[in-house]
């Protein structure tokens, strides 16, 4: 597909400038802004021809980011356009992709469908919290990786590093970017040592004196990282790094990790926030051409 124009939603501007910038596409100027009484008022102020990339992550405020994402895209495709590849670095609502309980809203397909109904011909997100919700379209969906990115970054910041993952569920992430670098990896786990103790540790390796580089796909309370390193603490790791694709980070969850022993944080610029040092933009762009 040849790509002609980039648009970036309000919550994606710069990414999508660099997206644009990578592959020597044009960046269409958008206004978007809001009636007194709060509305969304959306135009787009470029030429627009066949082949649209649509770039907006439906992070926090999430549902105006995905209410200016239906608005644009349902207006491109007004203008008679067909092809609307939506790329949507982070994707809110990913988290509810299915009923837990009884009369809950599968809050990830509704997002999809309307998605979908708004006019998006194609969709790229960047570690969806779970690749079932690619199922959830009927169009082409695409979740790509950002952990060679975040390879990248460990690879020029930290020597000889242990990648540790927060939990069992973030492990593929550890093996992912360890294999890339070729150094170990390993998980927190929780040991019963006896029937009233229970002890949390790097499961396999000798965590004393070394460089650690936790990895998760989301950091959003700081919660499950803000143990990790205290648990890492415990064991002595010399350094620890903290990094993640969707740095969500709500409230003072950043002032809570480095409190927690942290000496740097960082994420990708899926979302915007004070730590989105590593930037998606090729990894997109290269997705695309
Ligand atoms: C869990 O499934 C995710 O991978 C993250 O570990 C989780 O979303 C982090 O949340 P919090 O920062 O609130 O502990």
């Known amino acids: 597909m040849v790509i002609l124009m980039i648009i970036g939603g309000s919550s994606s501007q710069k990414l999508a400038a660099n997206i644009a910038h990578e592959m020597g596409d044009v960046l269409c100027p958008l206004e978007s802004r809001k ?13 627009v021809e066949e082949g649209v990339v649509v770039v907006q992550s439906t992070g926090y405020p ?5 209410m200016e994402l239906f608005l644009i895209l349902k207006t491109i495709r007004d203008m008679g356009i067909s092809n609307i ?11 509810q992709e299915k009923s837990f309980n009884y009369g809950e809203a599968v809050s990830a397909d509704v997002v999809c469908q309307l998605i979908e109904f708004a006019g998006a011909s194609s969709i790229y997100s960047i570690n969806l919290h779970e690749q079932s919700i690619c199922d959830l379209f009927k169009i082409p969906a695409y979740n790509l990786s950002a ?30 970017v360890a294999s890339l ?22 499961k396999n390796l000798d ?6 580089v936790i990895i998760d796909d989301i950091i959003s309370t700081g919660g499950t990282i803000v143990n990790a390193c205290s648990i890492l603490k415990e064991h002595q790791a010399s350094r620890i790094v903290v990094s993640c694709v969707h740095p969500v980070l709500v409230g003072d969850a950043l002032l809570k990790i480095f ?10 610029d899926t979302l915007k926030s004070e ?3 590593v930037s998606v933009a090729s990894l997109v762009a290269d997705a695309l051409k």
């Open 147 to 176: 952990m060679p990115a975040i390879a990248n970054y460990v690879k020029d910041n930290v020597e000889d590093p242990v990648i540790i993952a927060p939990d069992k569920g973030a492990l593929g992430f550890a093996q992912e």
């Open 207 to 212: 965590i004393e004196g070394r460089d650690a």
């Open 35 to 47: 009636f007194p009484d709060g509305e969304r008022y959306v135009r787009i102020k470029g030429e």
């Open 275 to 277: 730590v989105s040092n």
């Open 62 to 66: 999430q549902d105006e980011n995905l």
């Open 259 to 268: 409190a927690a022993g942290a000496d740097d944080v960082v994420g990708t």
């Open 181 to 202: 670098l070729n150094c170990q990896c390993d998980h927190l786990e929780k040991i019963r040592l006896s029937p009233e103790k229970v002890e949390t540790k790097p």
């Open 85 to 95: 590849c939506t790329v949507i670095p982070y994707f809110g609502y990913g988290r």
